[in-house]
C-alpha cells in the first residue's frame, strides 16, 4: 500500500509525489486533503490532493520541505512507501454553476487550487484564474492551470515571469474589466488576507482554504482552531474552506509563527 510511483521536483524545496491509493482516488473531491505518515514514529502532515487518477488508482500530492517531517517525505523515492496514507478528509468544495469564479493562487497554494479549478470547469463556469510565486522557478502548475482556465494570469513579484506584481493586482484587473459571481483563493495566509480585502470591498463572495493551519486532521489536536465570524472552527472537520470574509487572517497568521523555533531547532538537528 501507498507505493510512490513517480516523482518530480518542481524546485529544490517543492515536490510532486504521484501514490498508489485506488480508494482515495476514488473518493475524493476538490478539496480534499489526506493525512500522510512516515516512519513508525512519523509526524502526522496533512497535505491537499492535488490530483487523482481513478484509472490508475493513484493520487498526486504536492510537498515543500518546511522541517523534518516534510523532508523525509520529499527524501522518499520511486519504489518506496509511505507509511501510513488516510484519506480524503475534510469538506470538499462546494462547486456549482454560478457564472464567472476568479481562482487564485500563490505559491504552493496553486496545487490544491488546481481540482478546484478543474471542478468550476467542469461544472459549466467561466473559469479565471491568477498564479503567483516570488519568482519564476517558484511558479508550479502553469500548464495544467491554463489548459483548465478559460484564461490564466501570472505574477511573479520580481517580474521573472509573467506580470511583475502581486496576485490581488491581476485580480483587480479582472474584477474591474468584468462581472466576478465568486472567488476562491488558496495560499500563505497573508496572501489570502488581502485577496479578501480586495474582494470585500467589491462585494464578491469568496472563499479561502486554510489547511495550512492543519495539523492532526481529525479534530481532536485544536490545533487548527480559527475564528471564522466571531466563533471558534477547526479548520480540518469544518473546513478547511471558509467564507474569506468572516476569517480573523491577523489569529491565524499569528498562530502559524507559534512553534518556529522548535520547528528550526529540530530541523537543525535533523540536517547536523
Do not use: W
Given at each position: ?95 456549482h454553476n454560478v457564472g464567472t469564479v476568479l481562482c487564485c493562487g500563490g505559491g504552493v497554494g496553486v496545487a490544491p487550487l488546481l481540482p478546484i479549478v478543474e471542478g468550476y470547469k467542469k461544472a459549466g463556469n467561466r473559469v479565471i484564474t491568477v498564479i503567483a510565486a516570488r519568482s519564476k522557478d517558484l511558479l508550479i502548475l502553469e500548464d495544467e492551470m491554463r489548459k483548465n482556465s478559460d ?122
Open positions: 500500500m501507498n507505493k510512490i510511483v513517480e516523482k518530480e521536483n518542481f524546485s529544490e524545496k517543492v515536490v510532486k509525489i504521484v501514490v498508489e491509493a485506488p480508494l482515495i482516488a476514488k473518493a475524493r473531491k476538490p478539496g480534499n486533503f489526506v493525512i500522510v505518515r512516515v516512519g513508525e514514529k512519523g509526524e502526522r502532515i496533512p497535505l491537499t490532493i492535488a490530483g487523482a487518477d481513478i484509472a490508475k488508482g493513484t493520487i498526486t500530492i504536492i510537498v515543500q520541505k518546511m522541517g523534518v517531517s516534510s523532508t523525509k517525505l520529499c527524501d522518499l523515492k520511486v519504489g518506496e512507501y509511505i507509511t501510513d496514507l488516510v484519506g480524503p478528509l475534510g469538506k470538499p468544495t462546494e462547486i484564461e490564466l494570469i501570472v505574477m511573479t513579484d520580481d517580474g521573472s515571469h509573467g506580470r511583475k506584481g502581486l496576485v490581488t493586482e491581476g485580480m483587480e484587473e479582472v474584477i474591474k474589466r468584468e462581472k466576478v459571481d465568486e472567488c476562491i483563493t488558496i495560499g500563505p495566509a497573508i496572501m489570502m488576507k488581502f485577496c479578501s480585502l480586495l474582494t470585500k470591498k467589491y462585494e464578491i463572495p469568496t472563499m479561502a482554504s486554510l489547511n495550512s493551519i492543519m495539523v492532526d486532521g481529525t479534530g481532536m489536536c485544536g490545533a487548527c482552531r480559527v475564528t471564522v465570524d466571531g466563533k471558534t472552527k477547526f479548520t480540518c472537520v469544518d473546513g478547511p474552506e471558509f467564507d474569506a470574509h468572516k476569517i480573523d487572517f491577523d489569529e491565524m497568521m499569528s498562530r502559524l509563527g507559534g512553534y518556529k523555533e522548535e520547528e528550526k531547532d529540530k530541523m537543525d538537528h535533523f540536517e547536523n
